[in-house]
């Protein structure tokens, strides 16, 4: 980024009216490290959409009008958003949460939040592990699932349930097996049987944006893969209104890379990317 930096061209200014609006309307924070990243892929939103630059793209944002009949808002967040996922991701947390937090929950009725749901992987996964646990006949009749993100796109994709089978390669193949359709064969294409289908829901949910519309409280909240996008002001409000939202004697799960030692949170730290509700 030393060029964007130095250089006080109207593209330096218009890149950092982008990151601006991203924090303003997301949380989004791009640290210096990764700001070259950003400015990548602002440029394919910009070739893809025919901007002739980044100040056309920032009119655009700050405006909040359509671009040859495009949604161009949605289509800067998904591009920012980085969006990569696959099942039974970082398995020493989700065997934690098989072995330690499950047997800890209602038998009667279980709520499980992902926060930032993606393309339904988590989502998913978790409510695998809860049926092989506790039998698809429990799940179906006390689980509820809800997976939210701010890309419209990638909530689309989780509803369909469709995935690659590079999604699945550190899934137990007796889990394939069990759980998934072989759709399309040449391009290796599986989908999420009716089941496990049925017990997720996916909503679009902007983490900023408070309070969160929920009449009911969930009794683990699955918060992964998300806080590092944010400043550590952004880090802290949404894990506090995660706290509001959450049973007491209730869970969060982060990923295991992401500390919280530094913010203000009245969560109680109980291993490496779990917390409680005390």
């Avoid at 040859?68 to 039974?88: E, G, K, P, Q």
């Avoid at 089978?165 to 399309?184: G, M, P, Q």
């Avoid at 802290?236 to 919280?260: A, F, H, N, P, Q």
Wanted: proline share 2%; glycine share 2%.
């Amino acid at each position: 980024m030393t060029l964007y930096m130095d250089n006080l061209s109207q593209e330096s200014v218009s890149f950092n009216r982008i990151r601006i609006w991203l924090n303003d309307q997301c949380g989004m924070h791009y640290p210096e490290s990764k700001q070259e990243l950003l400015l990548q892929r602002l440029k394919r939103v910009c070739e893809t959409c025919h901007f002739k630059n980044l100040t056309e793209l920032a009119d655009c944002l700050d405006k909040n009008y359509l671009h040859n009949d495009l949604d161009i808002r949605s289509i800067v967040i998904t591009a920012a958003s980085i969006n990569h996922t696959y099942f039974y991701r970082e398995p020493q947390v989700l065997d934690y949460f098989q072995t330690t937090i499950l047997p800890t929950l209602n038998a009667n009725s279980v709520r499980i939040w992902s926060a930032a749901a993606s393309t339904g992987d988590e989502a998913y996964t978790i409510a695998m592990i809860i049926a092989e646990a506790k039998g698809i006949a429990w799940a179906k009749q006390n689980l509820a699932i809800l997976g939210t993100d701010i890309d419209r796109k990638v909530i689309a994709s989780a509803e369909i349930g469709v995935y690659s089978k590079s999604a699945l390669e550190h899934t137990n193949s007796e889990i394939i097996k069990r759980y998934f359709e072989l759709v399309d064969e040449p391009n290796q294409l599986y989908r999420i049987n009716k089941n496990i289908h049925d017990l997720c829901i996916f909503r679009y949910l902007n983490l900023k944006t408070k309070p969160y519309p929920f009449t009911q409280l969930f009794d683990v909240v699955f918060c992964r893969n998300v806080l590092y996008y944010f400043d550590n002001v952004h880090q802290e409000r949404v894990i506090e209104s995660i706290y509001d939202v959450t049973k007491v004697g209730g869970w969060m799960i982060t990923s295991v890379t992401v500390s919280l030692r530094h913010l203000n949170t009245r969560w109680v730290n109980v291993m490496s990317g779990v917390y409680r509700k005390i």
